[in-house]
Structure formats: structure tokens, C-alpha cells
């Protein structure tokens, strides 16, 4: 336990805290100058388990020379650090605050934090907007590391460099949907761009972005409008009308009005992002793909299906091309052509684009993540479809309840895993099952999407039929 080494520095000395104290400058007064700088290195880490992988990665940012194995293990023999695992360490509490004390003694204090700093930058740059659970895995033990240096350390990092480790805090939440753990980073994000730079700034245009985004994916439409707006209009003074922030930005404020219902003022947006992307970064790039996917999507929700399937099928093809063929983009693909032929009623091609969507998005997402739940809903809307009402049903639940749990009861997504939970229960004869749920999707849509969205329109239409066919 890391309270041995507190146990053992005090078997060196008098008892009590002025005993450790003690004991502690004798071991650092008898370190050699290597292992006293890796030791206050150490001492910046959060409290926390350490990879040595981050040490080696801290230290290669300053062009050590010496060998910091050598010197680790002359700290964990004495007691000044703890081995708990193999290449991963922890520092005691009171060890680190008497580590940092002579930190702050070196000359090379502020070389030893903005190496540290450096070294977080990285990790966060790694971690995509959609972490798969090995991604998760690799990013999880530096997660609190990466928290010191957004918040401690934050004065030693460089301008292009501050934001970094909270958009790499927050994606690795929000790409779990954990939307309220990756809230307070993209928000920190923001008021610290505009602390360091001002009002007008290409990162403070990007964390505008990125917190509209998260509001967005919160279903809080009317918080993310103005900030879409607000990043757009920044980037464009900044950046130039001809920029890929700027296609960025078209293309996040089309998908906001997308998802209100507004599809007259999303689709210029979407066609000019797409248009400018081509120009920008070529024909075949991941963005280019993204745009001819949310273009295909806004014309699938209009019923424009002959419009929409062959740019589904080219940002798919597009996709496995660029990123593989187990990759969450791709995923999402299969799932958004799945859902193209089941509007057209093609089931038998639909089913096995659905489950394998499900399968790849259970692999790299996890049993718990907001995709996986709607792949869950969409598979159960088919098989309601068919009438295979006793496979649908477990799958409905399943999605309503794992959607509560991510999003929260309150999110549109729950809304319509309401609306089709209770439309199998309609479809079955179930219609006091069905109508307290038709009135909660109702209620949820007309709260958070308005009156006049297609979602609350349909919603609305399903409960007065069934309030209008009901059998006496």
C-alpha cells in the first residue's frame, strides 16, 4: 500500500509528520542530481497512477540523457515512490507535496512542466471524437494527468498547445456519452482561450464550436444555435470565407437545424460545407465523406430517397477506403443505408446492414453507449415492422432504458424510443400500454423540439389515432 512508504520513512526517523519531513531530506539529500530531477518530474503527476510510458514521454520533451530506469528504481528503494504494477507507479500524498517543494528549487522547474505539458498535448491529440474501447482503454490511466495539466500546469502550456488537453478531457467522455463529465471541460476550454486570447481567436471560435456541439448532442438546441452562429461568424473574420474551420462550422450549424426540423435553411449549408470540403482537402477525405453522409441523411428525412442512397453509398464506400473497415464511421454508414431501406420498406436488405452496425458498434463503443442504443431502437423498429413483436420488444426496452441512462429523461432520442415503444404496443392491440408512452414522447418533443417539429407532428398523429381507433 502507498502507506508503507509513509511507514517506512518513519521507521527512519522520529515518529510524526516533522519525523517524515526528516527522513524524507536525508533520502533527498543523498539522491544523485538524476534522481532528484526525475523524482520532481514525478511530483507533477496527479495523484494517481502513473505509466512510465508518460514519464519516459515527459522526460524525452526536455532530451534527457541519463537512464530513468535506473534512477526509478533508486526512488521506489527508497520509499519515495510506489511500484504498483509492472511500468506503472504512484507517489504518496505527502511524498509529492514534499517532492513539489523542491520542484521549485530547480532551475529547471519550469522546463520539467512544460515537458509535462507537452506530453499531455500528445495524449490529448490521440484521442478521436469518437474513442473506440480500446482507445478508451489506452487514454484511461492518463485521464487525471491530463486534468493537471489543463488546470495546474495550464500556465506552462504554449499558445498553440492550451486548448488541447480540454478537448482531449471532453472527447473522451462525450465520445462514451458521458455528456455531463465532458461539460465542464469544453466550457473551461472557452473561458480559458478567451482569458489567455482575448474575444477573437481561432480557439475560441473552436471551443464555441465544440461546446455547441456537446449542447447539441444534449439535445439543447436553443443553447447551441447562438454559439454555432457566434463560431461561424468568428471563424470566417479570422480565418477566411475558404477554410476547412469554416466548412467545419457549415456543416455543424446544418446538422442543428437538420435536427430541428429545419431543413430549408440546413441544406445550403450542407451543400456549400460539402462543396468547400472537395476544394479544400480533396475528393477523397474523411470530412467529404462526413458531409456526403449528412447531406444523404437530410434527404432522407425529407423522403427524398432517390437523392439520399447514393451518397450513402459513396460516404460508405468512402469511409472503409480511408479509415477500414471496423471503424465507428463506418458503423454509422451500414446504420444510416439500414435506415434508408427501411423507410422503403426493404426490409430484407435493411436487417443485416442493421445487426452488423450493432455488432461493430457493441466491439468498439461498448455494450453502454448512445449508438449502440440507437441501433438497438432501429433493429426493433424493423422487426415491429414485420410484426415480429416478441423480438422487438426486448430490443425496444432495452434502448429506452440505456438511453435514459446516457441522455438523461429529458432528451429528444428518449422521445422517440418512447414514441416506438409504444407503437409496438399500438401495433399489438396493447393500447393502455402504448398511450402513457405515446404522452411522455409528446411531452418531450414538444418541450425540447417545439410544436411544429416533424418529430412532435408525428408523435402528436400517433396518439390521436390511437385515441380515435381505440376499441371501446
Not at 533508486?74 to 507507479?89: H, S
Request: hydrophobic letters at 40%; proline letters at 5%; charged letters at 20%.
Amino acid at each position: 500500500m502507498l502507506a508503507d512508504i509513509l511507514a517506512q520513512l518513519q521507521k527512519q526517523a522520529s515518529a510524526g509528520e516533522s519525523g517524515v519531513a526528516a527522513a524524507f531530506e536525508l533520502n533527498w539529500q543523498s539522491l544523485e542530481p538524476e534522481a532528484q530531477k526525475l523524482a520532481s518530474l514525478l511530483s507533477l503527476f496527479a495523484l494517481a497512477p502513473i505509466p512510465w510510458s508518460l514519464v519516459e514521454s515527459a522526460a524525452s520533451y526536455s532530451h534527457w540523457k541519463f537512464d530513468l530506469k535506473v534512477n526509478c528504481t533508486i526512488l521506489v528503494e527508497r520509499y519515495l515512490l510506489q511500484e504498483l504494477a509492472e511500468d506503472t507507479y504512484q507517489v504518496h500524498e505527502r511524498i509529492r507535496e514534499l517532492l513539489q517543494q523542491k520542484l521549485e528549487d530547480l532551475t529547471e522547474a519550469d522546463e520539467l512542466k512544460r515537458g509535462y505539458c507537452q506530453a499531455m498535448v500528445a495524449v490529448a491529440k490521440d484521442i478521436p471524437d469518437t474513442p473506440t474501447l480500446i482507445e478508451i482503454a489506452q487514454a484511461t490511466l492518463a485521464i487525471p494527468h491530463l486534468g493537471e495539466a489543463a488546470t495546474v500546469y495550464q500556465a506552462w502550456l504554449s499558445d498553440d498547445d492550451l486548448i488541447w488537453p480540454f478537448v482531449g478531457l471532453a472527447r473522451f467522455y462525450e465520445g462514451q456519452g458521458a455528456y455531463v463529465q465532458a461539460l465542464p471541460w469544453y466550457e473551461q476550454s472557452l473561458s480559458s482561450a478567451r482569458k489567455r486570447f482575448g474575444d477573437e481567436h481561432p480557439d475560441v471560435a473552436l471551443s464555441l464550436n465544440n461546446l455547441a456541439a456537446l449542447y447539441d448532442s444534449q439535445g439543447r438546441y436553443s443553447d447551441a444555435e447562438p454559439l454555432y452562429i457566434e463560431a461561424l461568424a468568428m471563424t470566417k473574420r479570422l480565418l477566411g470565407d475558404e477554410h476547412p474551420d469554416v466548412a467545419s462550422s457549415l456543416n455543424n450549424l446544418a446538422a442543428l437545424y437538420d435536427s430541428q426540423g429545419r431543413y430549408s435553411d440546413a441544406e445550403p449549408l450542407y451543400i456549400e460545407a460539402l462543396a468547400m470540403r472537395k476544394r479544400l482537402l480533396g475528393d477523397e477525405h474523411p470530412n467529404v465523406a462526413s458531409s456526403l453522409n449528412n447531406l444523404a441523411f437530410l434527404y432522407y428525412s425529407q423522403a427524398k430517397y432517390s437523392d439520399a442512397e447514393p451518397l450513402y453509398i459513396e460516404a460508405l464506400s468512402m469511409y472503409k477506403r480511408l479509415l477500414g473497415d471496423e471503424h465507428p464511421n463506418v458503423a454509422s454508414s451500414l446504420n444510416n443505408l439500414a435506415l434508408l431501406y427501411y423507410s422503403q420498406a426493404r426490409y430484407s436488405e435493411a436487417e443485416p446492414l442493421y445487426i452488423e452496425a450493432l455488432a461493430m458498434r457493441k466491439r468498439l463503443l461498448g455494450d453502454e453507449h448512445p449508438d449502440v442504443a440507437s441501433s438497438l431502437n432501429n433493429l426493433a423498429a424493423l422487426y415491429d415492422s414485420q410484426g415480429r413483436y416478441s423480438d422487438a420488444e426486448p430490443l425496444c426496452i432495452e434502448a429506452l432504458a440505456m438511453k435514459k441512462r446516457l441522455l438523461g429523461d429529458e432528451h429528444p432520442d428518449v422521445a422517440l424510443s418512447l414514441n416506438n415503444l409504444a407503437a409496438l404496443y399500438d401495433a399489438q392491440g396493447r393500447y393502455s400500454d402504448a398511450e402513457p408512452l405515446y404522452i411522455g414522447a409528446l411531452a418531450i418533443a414538444q418541450q425540447h423540439l417545439g410544436a411544429n417539429h416533424p418529430n412532435t407532428i408525428t408523435f402528436r398523429k400517433n396518439l390521436e389515432y390511437l385515441r380515435r381507433n381505440r376499441q371501446p
